[in-house]
């Protein structure tokens, strides 16, 4: 990866104590991509973040901040907006963004100006000479969001920066992200909402207790998690357990609504029992007699096999139906028995 | 350093706007006005003339106390005259028109004398006409004082023919006010009666007669000299009557005894003044003034403003630093500047509030000094000269640099390890503890501003600002003023590191503050 790289982490461990909070953790961005950095409370996200721009020293390891050993050297070209949020009370929005872009080296003529305008962007017009503590907390935080970005930073690092926004401003923060990306810039983000990762980042980093545990693109990703058909029959199904390409089969779960049902990619699906009639010419809904069953795909098997085995050997299905996994099942896949530890210092 | 000037300058900008501020910046100047101006207003305008009634059948006391008052009066408007010639007329030179005798200026108004030569001169009419000449145009004309003490006719009411028991009777209401009585055609209150028996003589109270075995009755009290009045809180009158009572009976028996009067006069205008020398002083000035009074009090005004500027400094440092550390804005701070910039930052921008504040009371003391100097009181001019002659004020500018400065190390260490003001209240209250010491040898250390007391506080850095600008004016020794110096510098950079290191770790650190112990050990690592 090299010089190009927008940060490189190679072998970096913190110790606090006796504790491990990071160890041995490597991984590198190029730029102009959105990285999702995601990982149970505790696991050490903060922490890393924290070394990423030298406000904590590693116990070992280097990091590399837009080909500089010090985050310090480049801090004008790096925007971060912390896990915890406050800003100063009694300041007024302005005032605070054009300080913070002041101390990351622009002019002060030229970061009130940036201020005043990233406000009216971001539809905080009217609040731009309130004191903040006049402000909501969602305001607050799309303040301090802004102020982070105001001198167009080069990485951008935010650690929850989801947290504490309502729908439309969670969607504003996205359009931004996406923005800042769509400019060349690099964003590395932490969060706990799995969706938004899903639907912004190309990358996955995946972290537990410290380590680094899932590093590749959300396509890679998901497919540490098997891929499922589910189907209803009234039939014995013991022809496709022989079958090479399914590694396991299971009764799906009748009672769980989350499994129960036809399922689509994508956290927005929720499965309505009444809909029409889908393409597969199945009608849902369990019916006497009938038996849900979730069957898991040998890695890229074709799910096409299952059905043409069913046709063939007389299975007649009610439903079928092939499900890509989400984040959220990779997450909890990976770290999710970690997870539920919950031992944190972050 | 450009960093540590961004965040300075913020931490002025937001300070300058806090109530607090602008509390500390006016409430001085105000304090000072008010403890300058309150005492001439009620000097002015609030003493009331006092009238009375002197009742003196036998006209046996009352000229002597009339001359007394009469006396006290002109003293007043001699001094009133001296100050009024030294605000508006031009002084007197050796060297030009021959110096006129007597001239206003050489009277001593104290000196029993002078004042009478003031009198047998003309007075206020004969000194007015003799400085007309020298006054500056545009002055204003010469404004006599007041007379505190007026005497009344008795009330047309009282028969002034009936025993004096009776006419106390009728006088009590007049005393209690109930009544008023007139003066120069107005209405007014009674403060006092002054009612002096017909055989006042037989009263006379003499060592001989006052033998232990069989002593005189002591005088009933109606035959007795009688001061009445409802006010026993304003004295002056009584003592002026019964000092120009005594005089005249004691002058009485010296006659009586065979003395001649001329000879009595001379002795009663004998006195030998009391000088008080400094052995310090120049050779040929060692006399003592009101300005060496005030050269030795005056540093304790200064420990006492230096102790008010630290110490509201240092709260505004911790409650600056509290804020950014529990709303967590210290982290995007330290993303942008190094811990270091960040405290120089804090540390500079904070000082310049607080020098701000000590300047804008520096101005005032010299503006309201300057402005009654010319005036009312002495002490003030004496105060302004002090002021102006002394190195009081670098002194102060010095040790409150240094002072706020070693006491910020210990409030950027408390201010990095709490999460709130009210964790950070157990170290403040001991850091308020240590602080109260030079507040309480504050009074003390003038008076022996270079004994043990004052040399061992010297010593310890903690005390060093305070004792030393209270000993500013005493000449403390060489290695007095050096070594401590040297010391609280050393003290204050030594302090400011340690307090680097404790802020670097506790500033990120949340959950419960630690104990002082581990804080040194951070401070100490490396």
């Not at chain 2, 100047?29 to 003196?56: G, M």
């Not at chain 2, 010297?458 to 060489?478: E, G, H, K, V």
């Amino acid at each position: 990866m090299g010089a190009a790289a927008t940060l490189e982490l190679r072998n970096v461990t913190k110790f606090f104590g006796q504790f491990k909070a990071v160890e041995d953790v490597s991984f590198s961005l190029g730029s102009g991509s959105i990285c999702g950095f995601l990982g149970p409370n505790g696991a050490g996200k903060t922490t890393t973040i924290r070394m990423i721009l030298e406000i904590l020293k590693p116990n070992s390891g280097t990091i590399t901040v837009l080909g500089r050993r010090s985050a310090l050297e480049v801090r004008h070209r790096l925007g971060y907006l912390p896990e915890e949020k406050g800003l100063y009370k009694k300041m007024k929005a302005w005032a605070i963004i054009a300080y913070f872009a002041t101390l990351k080296g622009m002019t002060r003529k030229a970061a009130k100006r940036r201020a005043f305008e990233l406000l009216e962007r971001y539809g905080l017009k009217d609040f731009a000479e309130k004191p903040t503590d006049a402000l909501s907390k969602g305001m607050g935080q799309k303040v301090q969001i802004l102020a982070s970005i105001a001198h167009d930073p080069e990485l951008v690092i935010l650690d929850e920066p989801f947290s504490g926004l309502d729908p439309v401003n969670q969607q504003v923060m996205e359009d931004l992200i996406r923005d800042l990306a769509r400019r060349n810039r690099t964003v590395l983000f932490s969060t706990h909402v799995m969706e938004q990762a899903e639907r912004l980042c190309q990358r996955i980093l995946l972290i537990a207790k410290g380590r680094l545990i899932f590093d590749g693109s959300m396509a890679e990703a998901k497919r540490t998690v098997p891929r499922r058909v589910r189907l209803e029959t009234e039939d014995d199904i013991a022809p496709l357990r022989g079958l090479a390409e399914v590694s396991a089969v299971r009764p799906a779960p009748r009672a769980n609504g989350e499994l129960d049902g036809p399922e689509q990619p994508g956290p927005r699906a929720v499965p309505a029992r009444s809909t029409p009639p889908r393409a597969n010419g199945q009608v849902d809904g369990p019916e006497q007699g009938s038996r849900r069953w979730e069957l898991e795909l040998r890695g890229d098997s074709d799910a096409q096999v299952i059905l043409q085995t069913c046709f063939g050997r007389g299975i007649r299905l009610k439903s079928f139906n092939q499900s890509e996994p989400t984040l959220h099942e990779v997450f909890m896949r990976l770290v999710g028995p970690e997870a539920k530890e919950g031992a944190g210092h972050e | 350093m450009k960093y540590a000037l961004l965040v300075a300058w913020r931490e002025y900008a937001e300070n300058a706007k806090t109530r607090g501020f602008w509390l500390g910046l006016f409430l001085f100047p105000l304090v000072l006005f008010l403890s300058v101006q309150v005492p001439i207003l009620l000097e002015q305008r609030a003493t009331p003339v006092r009238y009375f009634i002197l009742v003196d059948p036998s006209r046996g006391l009352a000229p002597a106390i009339e001359a007394t008052l009469e006396k006290t009066y002109q003293r007043q408007v001699l001094a009133a005259l001296k100050e009024y010639a030294r605000k508006n007329a031009a002084p007197l030179t050796n060297s030009a028109s021959p110096r006129p005798a007597p001239s206003l200026e050489d009277l001593n108004e104290a000196d029993a004398q002078a004042l009478e030569t003031f009198v047998a001169k003309g007075g206020e009419g004969f000194f007015l006409a003799q400085i007309e000449r020298r006054l500056r145009p545009g002055a204003p004309p010469f404004q006599e004082p007041r007379r505190l003490f007026q005497q009344v006719k008795l009330p047309p009411d009282i028969n002034p023919k009936a025993g004096l028991a009776s006419m106390a009777d009728e006088l009590k209401p007049y005393l209690r006010q109930d009544k008023l009585v007139e003066a120069d055609g107005v209405p007014v209150q009674l403060a006092a009666a002054i009612l002096i028996p017909p055989d006042f003589q037989n009263q006379v109270v003499r060592p001989q007669t006052r033998s232990p075995a069989a002593g005189p009755q002591p005088p009933a009290s109606n035959q007795q000299i009688q001061y009445w009045s409802a006010n026993a809180s304003d004295p002056r009158l009584r003592e002026e009557v019964e000092r120009a009572v005594n005089a005249e009976i004691r002058r009485r028996e010296y006659l009586a005894r065979g003395m001649d009067a001329a000879v009595i006069q001379q002795v009663e205008h004998t006195y030998i003044p009391l000088v008080s020398l400094n052995p310090k002083k120049e050779k040929g000035r060692e006399a003592v003034g009101a300005a060496d009074m005030v050269r030795q009090w005056a540093p304790s005004a200064f420990v006492y403003l230096l102790w008010v500027a630290i110490f509201t400094v240092m709260q505004m440092l911790l409650s600056n630093t509290i804020e950014e550390k529990s709303n967590r804005i210290i982290e995007v701070l330290l993303s942008s500047v190094t811990p270091g910039e960040l405290m120089m930052g804090k540390l500079l921008g904070i000082a310049v509030v607080g020098l701000t504040m000590v300047g804008a009371w520096m101005a005032a003391l010299f503006g309201i000094l300057s402005w009654k100097s010319g005036g009312a009181s002495e002490l003030i001019g004496q105060a302004f000269l002090v002021l102006r002659t002394s190195n009081l004020v670098p002194v102060f500018a010095v040790y409150f640099l240094l002072g706020y400065l070693m006491y910020a190390a210990f409030i950027l260490s408390i201010g990095s390890v709490c999460n709130t003001l009210k964790e950070a209240q157990s170290f403040m209250a001991v850091m308020t503890l240590l602080m109260m010491v030079p507040l309480m040898t504050m009074t003390f250390i003038p008076k022996d501003p270079n004994g043990p007391l004052a040399r061992v506080l010297s010593w310890i850095p903690l005390y060093t600002p305070f004792t030393m600008m209270n000993r500013a004016t005493a000449d403390p020794p060489l290695i007095d003023l050096v070594g401590t110096l040297v010391l609280l510098l050393a003290t204050t950079i030594g302090a400011l590191c340690m307090a680097g290191r404790i802020f670097r770790i506790g500033i990120l650190r949340t959950g419960q503050p630690p104990k002082v112990l581990e804080m040194l050990r951070w401070a100490l690592r490396r």
